[in-house]
């Protein structure tokens, strides 16, 4: 079992940054795909950045592209959402994500698909304001 705990969402102005971390406790995250999901009121959730087990592989949802970086220090079992240059439609709360090590695919469709994680966090929410 893995449990994971997001922390440092809050409240910004737009154009401010954020950077989101997940902590990882039970077993090592070091060979999981990890990913960054999020959902804003009255919308369903979205895949935001994934990287792979290896940290060779990352993935964006094109809105955060050049903004967001994704990263991981599996020593700290922790990963990581730099977020930059935030607006309104950033505000949502942010989830994260772990598979269970099984395929250790590095694909953009293993990767990006929610129902490839089996892992997931309680959430921090992120508030924009413009």
């Known amino acids: 079992q893995v449990q994971l705990v997001e922390s440092g969402g809050g409240l910004v102005q737009a154009g401010g940054s954020l950077r989101l971390s997940c902590a990882a406790s039970?077993?090592?995250?070091?060979?999981?795909?990890m990913g960054w999901f999020r959902q804003a009121p009255g919308k369903e959730r979205e895949f935001v950045a994934a990287i792979s087990w290896n940290g060779g592989s990352t993935y964006y949802v094109d809105s955060v592209k050049g903004r967001f970086t994704i990263s991981r220090d599996n020593a700290k079992k922790t990963v990581y959402l730099q977020m930059n240059s935030l607006n309104a439609e950033d505000t949502a709360v942010y989830y994260c994500?772990?598979?269970?090590?099984?395929?250790?695919?590095?694909?953009?469709?293993?990767?990006?698909?929610?129902?490839?994680?089996?892992?997931w966090g309680q959430g921090t929410q992120v508030t924009v304001s413009s």
């Open positions: 039970g077993r090592t995250i070091s060979r999981s795909a």
């Open positions: 994500a772990a598979d269970r090590d099984r395929t250790f695919s590095t694909a953009r469709s293993y990767l990006t698909a929610a129902l490839h994680y089996d892992y």
